[in-house]
């Protein structure tokens, strides 16, 4: 038996539905967060990390998305409609420590493998995941509903959360 495609090739050699398939959609990048160092009382948005420097998470999720389902709902639009969305791609894999440790490309760019939970281990299904509570589901609150001043008021540990 050969093995998968995410045990024999790196994520630069992979082709473009592998890389896809990867993702578990989890749904963890389109939650807001920000950094800070210990030097500055003020919470800067996530653009560049530099050493001392943490990204904290929060629960407040982009309203674009479908938290049941943890899709966006604006998929094909959504750099559009959204600049801050950021995706990953082969082109900017140096930003991948703004991923949580749960994220599936920055599990196997650090050589940690793909969890059980992955829905490629899974029969494509996202239900283990949810189960796990590796996902957002039910854990968020909607941008729309909140003031983004008050972000570090809902900084949250969950989504750093990781298990095999
Ligand atoms: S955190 Fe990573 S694995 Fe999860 S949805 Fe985002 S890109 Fe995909
Ligand atoms: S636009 Fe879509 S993919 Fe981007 S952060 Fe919002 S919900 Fe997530």
Redesign the pocket.
């Known amino acids: 038996m050969t093995n998968p495609f995410w045990e024999t090739k790196t994520l630069e050699e992979m082709n473009d539905a592998e890389w896809e398939a990867v993702c578990d959609g989890c ?1 963890k990048c ?1 939650l807001h967060k920000f950094i800070d160092d210990d030097s500055s009382d003020d919470a800067q948005p996530t653009d560049v990390l530099y050493e001392g420097e943490q990204v904290h998470y929060t629960s407040i999720v ?1 309203t ?2 479908n938290t049941k389902r943890c899709e ?1 709902s ?2 094909e639009k ?1 750099t559009e ?2 600049p801050d ?1 950021v995706k990953l791609t082969k082109e900017n894999l140096k930003d991948i420590f703004f991923m949580p440790p749960s994220c599936s490309y920055r599990r196997l760019y650090e050589g940690r493998g793909l969890p059980a939970w992955h829905p490629l281990l899974n029969k494509g299904k996202k239900s283990a995941m949810h189960s796990k509570g590796m996902s957002v589901r039910g854990k968020t609150v909607d941008e729309a509903d909140v003031s983004l001043e008050d972000a570090e008021d809902y900084i949250a540990l969950w989504p750093l959360e990781d298990i095999d």
């Open positions: 749904a389109c982009c674009l998305l966006c604006q998929y959504r409609l959204v969305c």
